[in-house]
């Protein structure tokens, strides 16, 4: 599978961005989405993640509560809405997809654990 995300870009402190990431192919609903984020000087990190069949979801504790992830399996995207954006949330952010088999709804957060990887968006939070 092919991702291209978009929807970066700069905002002041306490604005929102939804970042979209469209997928090629016609198996994007097997696919387990996730977003990480990379700021300057630092490892990349999980931000959140939305599971193949229910869309289950899991968030960082960062952003939970601030953002939310979405699939629309018909369009093949997956979304990232960040609402009360801080500075601290200024990065490159990066969707990425998986389709391993976990026992007990277990949704991956490392990036280790993805296979497939677009090019990321970068979000600028101005305070």
């Known amino acids: 599978v092919q991702l291209q995300a978009s929807g970066g870009g700069l905002v002041q402190a306490g604005g929102s961005l939804r970042l979209s990431c469209a997928a090629s192919?016609?198996?994007?609903?097997?696919?387990?989405m996730g977003w990480f984020r990379q700021a300057p000087g630092k490892e990349r990190e999980f931000v959140a993640a939305i599971s193949r069949s229910v869309g289950d979801t899991y968030y960082a504790d960062s952003v939970k509560g601030r953002f939310t992830i979405s699939r629309d399996n018909a369009k093949n995207t997956v979304y990232l809405q960040m609402n009360s954006l801080k500075p601290e949330d200024t990065a490159v952010y990066y969707c990425t997809a998986e389709n391993n088999y976990y026992i007990g709804g277990y949704i991956p957060r490392t990036s280790s654990e993805y296979d497939f990887w677009g090019q990321g968006t970068p979000v600028t939070v101005s305070s």
């Open positions: 192919g016609r198996t994007f609903s097997s696919y387990t």
